[in-house]
C-alpha cells in the first residue's frame, strides 16, 4: 500500500534560520513526491514535485526539496525562513499504478514561524 | 487564468438532509478530483473524474457519489448526511493523468452537519 508519513506535527524555527519538514515514503513502484501548503481557510497550493530526475527539486517561494531513495524520504527545506511561511505542510505520492490523480497525503505539519 | 472555483464556500445542514457541492476547474483542466479533510483523518481521496466518467473511488460510502459534466464541471453529493460527514471537501483539477500533471486545489467548501 501507498503511503506518506510526516512525523513531526509542528515545526517551530525562527526567522532567518533554515527550516525543514520531514517526510518519508512507502511505495511499490517509482515514487512521484509532492509538497503542498495550506493557508488558514484556503485550499492547497503546489510548491514542488520530484517525478524523475535530479534529487534537488526547487520550487515556489524559495522552498526544495531532497528526495532520498535509500531513506525513503523526501524532506522540504528553505535556507532562511520567513514568518509568511507560517502554515500548514502536507507531503503527498502520487498512485504509481496508473492511478495517477489518486493522491496519499500525509497527516501534515505545521510550520511556526517566530519573528 | 482563474483558479479552481468551488461553491458554497460554506454550508450548514441537519443530519439526514443531502448536499450538493460544485466544483469548477481551471479552463482546460479535463481531471477533477475530490477530497475529504477532516482534523482526526486528515485528507482523504473521495474520487475523480475524467471526461464525465469516474476514473478513480476512494474509500467511502455509497452515501457519497459525483459526476462531471462535458464542460469538466464537477458535483459532488452527500446524501443522508451524518454528523462525521462536517468537513472541508476540496476539489482538486488537472489537466490530464499522466504522472507529471499536479493538481490545484480550490478553496474547499466547509460542511457542518447538526
Known amino acids: 500500500a501507498q503511503s506518506v508519513a510526516q512525523p513531526e506535527d509542528q515545526v517551530n524555527v525562527a526567522e532567518g534560520n533554515p527550516l525543514t519538514v520531514k517526510c518519508t515514503y512507502s511505495?511499490?513502484?517509482?515514487?512521484?513526491l509532492f509538497w503542498y501548503v495550506q493557508y488558514p481557510n484556503r485550499g492547497l497550493q503546489f510548491l514542488l514535485k520530484y517525478i524523475t530526475g535530479d534529487n534537488l527539486v526547487k520550487g515556489s517561494y524559495g522552498f526544495e526539496a531532497e528526495f532520498n531513495k535509500s531513506q525513503t524520504s523526501f524532506h522540504l527545506k528553505k535556507p532562511s525562513a520567513l514568518v509568511s511561511d507560517s502554515a500548514l505542510y502536507f507531503c503527498?505520492?502520487?498512485?504509481?499504478?496508473?492511478?495517477?490523480?489518486?493522491?496519499?497525503f500525509g497527516s501534515g505539519t505545521k510550520l511556526n514561524v517566530k519573528p | 487564468k482563474a483558479g479552481v472555483t468551488q461553491t458554497p464556500r460554506y454550508l450548514i445542514k441537519t443530519r439526514g438532509q443531502q448536499v450538493t457541492l460544485s466544483c469548477s476547474p481551471i479552463?482546460?483542466?479535463?481531471?477533477v478530483s475530490w477530497y475529504q479533510q477532516t482534523p482526526g483523518q486528515g485528507l482523504q481521496f473521495l474520487f475523480e473524474y475524467f471526461s464525465e466518467t469516474q476514473r478513480n473511488k476512494g474509500n467511502f460510502p455509497g452515501r457519497f457519489s459525483g459526476r462531471q459534466f462535458s464542460n469538466s464541471r464537477s458535483e459532488m453529493n452527500v446524501s443522508t448526511l451524518e454528523l462525521g460527514d462536517s468537513a472541508l471537501y476540496l476539489c482538486a483539477s488537472s489537466f490530464g493523468q499522466g504522472a507529471t500533471y499536479e493538481q490545484y486545489f480550490g478553496p474547499g467548501t466547509r460542511l457542518t452537519v447538526t
Open positions: 479552463s482546460g483542466h479535463r481531471s
Open positions: 503527498a505520492v502520487r498512485d504509481p499504478g496508473g492511478n495517477f490523480n489518486k493522491f496519499y
Open positions: 511505495v511499490s513502484g517509482n515514487p512521484y
